[in-house]
């Protein structure tokens, strides 16, 4: 299920490789990426967000409307962790250690780790550009937006149909429950 704590985590955990600032727009593509990765990995994203096709590539979309203060913050989340952001810039509020990251798994650090060390040193514009050639799920919009379901993910990973279905309604289904039992 989507926490809030847990994408502000993995957003403090980037920004403090980053030296503590970032453009949000190569924030927004980094934490796709870690979630494609996972994804990819472990067969399960780290943030469960939504994501969606936008102009400028794949976004989490509850994480960009975060970015944009565009939702009420939860306690310890997003604004607990992330500085407003100004000049199209994120910054981060407090020191990212690993015990104060403890919604993040080791493996989820890996991943963010390893998405940091191959992505870290592309600005905004390089991401957007990898994004657009590398990520077979992302569809130009036109100035709107386009649900990217798990299934395209399966998919752009070389899954059969089949196989890209199942994972990704195994996803979903998990999603259902997740929501259910944090309604009881």
């Known amino acids: 299920m989507f926490s809030e704590q847990r994408v502000a985590q993995m957003a403090a955990y980037l920004l403090g490789r980053e030296k503590g600032r970032m453009n949000y727009l190569k924030l927004i593509k980094l934490l796709y990426l870690a979630d494609r990765e996972s994804i990819k990995r472990h067969g399960h994203p780290i943030s469960d967000d939504r994501y969606v096709s936008m102009d400028h590539g794949p976004v989490l979309s509850k994480t960009f409307n975060l970015i944009k203060g565009a939702v009420k913050f939860a306690e310890r989340g997003w604004n607990y962790w992330i500085a407003d952001r100004a000049d199209y810039d994120v910054a981060l509020k407090r020191k990212a250690t690993r015990e104060a990251l403890d919604e993040l798994s ?79």
């Not at 998405?115 to 590398?134: C, N, P, Q, S």
């Not at 992302?138 to 100035?143: A, E, I, L, R, S």
Request: proline residues 5%; hydrophobic residues 35%.
């Open 106 to 184: 080791d493996a989820n650090l890996d991943v963010l780790s390893d998405i940091y060390a191959k992505f870290g040193k592309m600005d905004e514009w390089k991401l957007v550009d990898y994004t657009h050639r590398y990520c077979p799920e992302w569809t130009d919009p036109k100035g709107s937006s386009i649900p990217i379901e798990y299934e395209d993910i399966f998919k752009a990973f070389g899954r059969t149909p089949v196989e890209a279905r199942k994972l990704g309604a195994r996803l979903e289904q998990q999603r259902k429950i997740d929501r259910l039992f944090a309604a009881l």
